[in-house]
């Protein structure tokens, strides 16, 4: 893409092509000699990530970034020299999501540790489905997902987990194991075994993945009652119950509670205990959707009173990828009874779960899921949590909280820059910023109106400018407004400094 290149091969290398590597030639040394430029190449990105004067993002709009890029696919293959520039272009218009100053995602950071995981993983390249392919990463999902359900609750231990495509596709596996539980002969004989509606609940702030299992599955969203949450974003348990007795009132099933430990925008806790009681007064299933907050099981100082109950749970979504930053994808499902995902999923495929093979066919993880092939995604978490222990993680979650709470008070310092709209449960901080002229204007529902109309001037201007990002959208109860988030180790109390400050400076005139 690029024509000149800060990343030379040697002249003897630059012009061959792919056949003059492995495995096409027996090329020890110009294969060697490709990937260390490619490691070059990638390190000065995870050090301009690191680097507070390096630009978050270089922004482009995807018209003008089109011309800028050459994406097209060749007639005849490239020089090794030119994949190379393709790849040095690549990460130079890549937004910097590990930067200091990337405050935008839930998943965020550059965790060096998980990092050099995921190459390892990559260039061992195999699939998970079989103890026969992947030996030692199959033991090692067993290990870590054992010391997760662990930390979930002594009860948990001989429970059952897997690690899906992300948390949408593990609240999916909480919906289909408690509907096979309830209803064992739905696999074979389908929906006409389901005499009546069935129907699940989840607050009004729960991830839209939760939603959307009552369509994929059979039930329509009408049949996802999307239960009140009060003023902190956390589900009220007298409405769950209301709105169970109502439906039952019409000859419906409610089956599936999910709770939310953490939501997505407002970083809220659903009273575990009380919904937990509710559940188990009606029968129903209750799945915990911890995908951003279960990180926090591993602080003993903030774990409770927000995931108190947590062990009351039939199922936890629970994201590493998220809050313990590991790198894009790690995400996991656990189950507090062993064998539900297996008799609920397996088909048993004869070309590649054979019975009769030379090991314990009990690791040939593959047929607990809807899947065929599954991504090797333990290995990056194992490592990271090699390296840090329990006891690292626990301090990471103690100093993103930490630099919240300092964020939360740097804003009540400047009241008359900032408002900040809730006091947070975690590390999502909901603020609006206020430019000049609003400044001595009394707060109202206009003044709100006019905040909200700030927000995406104001984050275009960030992005503009490449200095900072910060999310923004609107709520049932609120026009838009800043939702930051703290989820990278990388973060610093100056950063959160220089983020109010960078707000302030680029957007005081709006
Ligand atoms: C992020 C999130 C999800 C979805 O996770 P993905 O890995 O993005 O699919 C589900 N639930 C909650 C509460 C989340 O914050």
Redesign the pocket.
Known sequence: MANSSNYKLSAATANLKYTELYPYKDSAVNSKEFLQKIVDVLMEFVRSTNDRKEKVLEFHHPEEMKKILDLKIPEQGLSLQSLIDDCATTLKYQVKTGHPHFFNQ??CGLDIISMAGEWLTATANTNMFTYEIAPVFILMENVVMTHMREIIGSNWKNGDSILA???????LYAFLAARHKMFPNYKEKGIATIQGQLVMYTSDQ??Y??KSCSSVCGLGTDNCLMVPSDIHGRMIPAELERLILDRKGKGHIPFFVAC?????VLGSFDPINEIADICQKYGMWLHV?????GGLLLSKKYRHPRLTGIERADSV?W?P??LMGTLL?C?TIHFKENGLLMSCNQMAADYLFMQDKLYDVEFDTGDKVIQCGRHNDIFKLWLQWRAKGDEGFEKHMDKLMELSEYMVKRIKEQPEKFYLILEPEMVNVSFWYIPSRLRNVAHSAAREAELGKICPILKGRMMQSGTLMVGYQPDDRRPNFFRNIISSAAVTEKDVDFLLSELDKLGNDL
């Open positions: 839930l998943s495509p992300g948390g949408s596709i593990s609240n729960s991830h993945s939760v939310t430990s953490g939501t997505t959707d911890a995908a951003w907050g979504t994201n990828h998220k994808q995400s």
